[in-house]
Each structure stands twice: as structure tokens, then as C-alpha cells.
């Protein structure tokens, strides 16, 4: 099993950018291919991007793509997700999460759940 949580949310501008960090604990996160996903106010859980460690196939969302990067450091047992040129509709909860097989499209894939990082962009 593993614990992941998540870090780096905040109240930016639109424009700006931020680095949400996910530390896991518990297993190596090597062991899991893991993703982020998003949750604003009344919405549904969205998909925003995806990695496998093996090979280091990225995914992303059409939304975020070509301003957002997911990337992982074995060594600190951590993921991440750069957010640059961030805009209102951003806005949301961002959620850390590793599944073991299946899609990583679909948050049902997803094995364990981070807690959440509020991330807020102004205009």
C-alpha cells in the first residue's frame, strides 16, 4: 500500500505558474504508474495527466496540455506536475494518484488518493 500526499497549491494570477509535489510513502512509487487529477466547485473529477515509469510515457489532458508537465524523482519518491500559463478555469483541487493497471483516463483506474492541494488562479 501507499500514502501519497500532496503539496505546493496556493492563490496565484493568471499567468503564473506553480509546481504541485506528490511524496509518497509506504511503497516505492516506481512500483506505480501515477497520475493528477482535478476537481473544481460542482465539477467531476477530471483527468489532467498521466506517467509510467517505465519507458516515461506522458498523458495529458487537451486542456492543460503544452502548459503543464508531469515528471517523477525516483530517488525522493516524489511526482510532480509543473503548472505554467495558468488560467481561472484551473482552478480546482488537484489530487495525486497511482494505479497498478487499467486506464489512466479513468480516476476508477486509480488505486490510492491523495488528499488534495487547492490550487486557485485569479484573473
Known amino acids: 500500500q501507499v500514502q501519497l500526499a500532496e503539496s505546493g497549491g496556493g492563490l496565484v494570477r493568471a499567468g503564473d505558474s506553480l509546481r504541485l509535489s506528490c511524496a509518497a510513502s509506504g511503497r516505492t512509487i516506481s512500483s506505480y504508474s501515477m497520475g493528477w487529477f482535478r476537481q473544481a466547485p460542482g465539477k467531476e473529477r477530471e483527468f489532467v495527466a498521466a506517467?509510467?515509469?517505465?519507458?516515461?510515457?506522458?498523458y495529458y489532458a487537451g486542456s492543460v496540455k503544452g502548459r503543464f508537465t508531469i515528471s517523477g524523482d525516483n530517488a525522493k519518491n516524489t511526482v510532480y506536475l509543473q503548472m505554467n500559463s495558468l488560467k481561472p478555469e484551473d482552478t480546482a483541487v488537484y489530487y495525486c494518484?497511482?494505479?497498478?493497471?487499467?486506464?489512466?483516463?479513468?480516476?476508477?483506474?486509480?488505486?490510492?488518493w491523495g488528499q488534495g492541494t487547492q490550487v486557485t488562479v485569479s484573473s
Open positions: 494518484a497511482a494505479y497498478i493497471g487499467g486506464s489512466y483516463y479513468y480516476k476508477e483506474s486509480y488505486n490510492y
Open positions: 506517467m509510467r515509469w517505465s519507458g516515461g510515457s506522458t
